[in-house]
Nanobody
């Protein structure tokens, strides 16, 4: 059983940067694709970014491409999401997720964190 714990959310202004982190425990980190998804009020989950189990194969949603960057630290079993040039429409609950695979881009994962709020004000 893999546990995922997000941190780093909060309230920022449009144009600011924010870095989310997710600590994984309870499994072999290198077996899992790690991803970030988000859910805005009244909307479905949206794929944000994923990174392959060996650190390659990064994928991004169209709405964040060029602004967000996903990375993983295998030594610490952590995954990060660097968010730059934030916009109001980035406001959402952000979820860390894991899927036992080499690479994956999608919305179906084996494990999910509880989510963390990111609010971008204008």
């Amino acid at each position: 059983q893999v546990q995922l714990l997000e941190s780093g959310g909060g309230l920022v202004q449009a144009g600011d940067s924010l870095r989310l982190s997710c600590a994984a425990s309870g499994g072999t980190f290198s077996y899992y694709v790690m991803a970030w998804l988000r859910q805005a009020p009244g909307k479905d989950h949206e794929f944000v970014a994923s990174i392959g189990s060996n650190g390659g194969h990064t994928y991004y949603g169209d709405s964040v491409k060029g602004r967000f960057a996903i990375s993983r630290d295998s030594a610490k079993a952590m995954v990060h999401l660097q968010m730059n040039s934030l916009k109001r429409e980035d406001t959402a609950v952000y979820y860390c997720a894991a899927k036992r695979a080499t690479w994956y881009r999608g919305q179906y994962y084996d494990y999910w964190g509880q989510g963390i709020q990111v609010t971008v004000s204008s």
